[in-house]
């Protein structure tokens, strides 16, 4: 896993200058804006790939047992991507408002990151039984695993390049 971190980390570094970047536009740039949204998109995508061959390199799974767990973990990284745009949207509504937050934008920001944490649990916890069907319990265990460290890995990256409310 240590190999694939470093460009993994590159890789949510740019996603997430690239946030930042957005966070500067001015409304009257759209283009510039859709430029953005495009390289955030492919940015994704590409942690995503990375991230497939994180969990490949780490699961050592047989054929038989790779022909089955794809599928499930291909439909969860669709799950866990929707998770992902409604933290992208949080991160540019928390952008937009910086300079000028209220209270109640405070609150309303607040209420909406800690609905993604509860979510992003509760998702883990209902494919748990999921992966079980095609993995074993010590597969399952170092799936999740491995996809907790690299999603805090991905957040540790966040949080360092998102200021503090003022």
């Known amino acids: 896993m240590k190999n694939f971190l470093p460009a993994f980390l590159l890789g949510a570094s740019l996603l997430l200058s690239q946030s930042a970047a957005l966070a500067q536009q001015s409304n009257d740039q759209a283009s510039g804006q859709q430029a953005i949204e495009r390289d955030i998109q492919l940015l994704r995508s590409d942690l995503r790939s990375t991230k497939k061959q994180i969990v490949a390199a780490n699961m050592r799974l047989t054929d ?3 022909e089955k767990f794809w599928p499930v973990y291909d439909a969860y990284t669709q799950e866990t991507t929707k998770l ?4 992208l ?3 540019k509504d928390y952008a937009k408002s910086y300079d000028t937050m209220t209270d109640a934008q405070a609150d309303d920001l607040l209420k909406r990151a800690t609905a993604l944490d509860t979510s992003a649990a509760s998702l ?3 494919w748990i039984p999921k992966f079980r069907k095609v993995l074993n319990g010590k597969q399952t ?3 999740f695993q491995l996809d907790r460290v690299i999603g805090l890995l991905i957040d540790l990256q ?3 390049e998102i200021p503090l409310v003022k």
């Open 158 to 160: 966040i949080a360092s």
């Open 124 to 126: 883990r916890e209902q």
């Open 84 to 87: 992902g745009d409604a933290r």
């Open 64 to 66: 038989a047992q790779a």
């Open 141 to 143: 265990a170092l799936f």
């Open 89 to 91: 949207a949080l991160i």
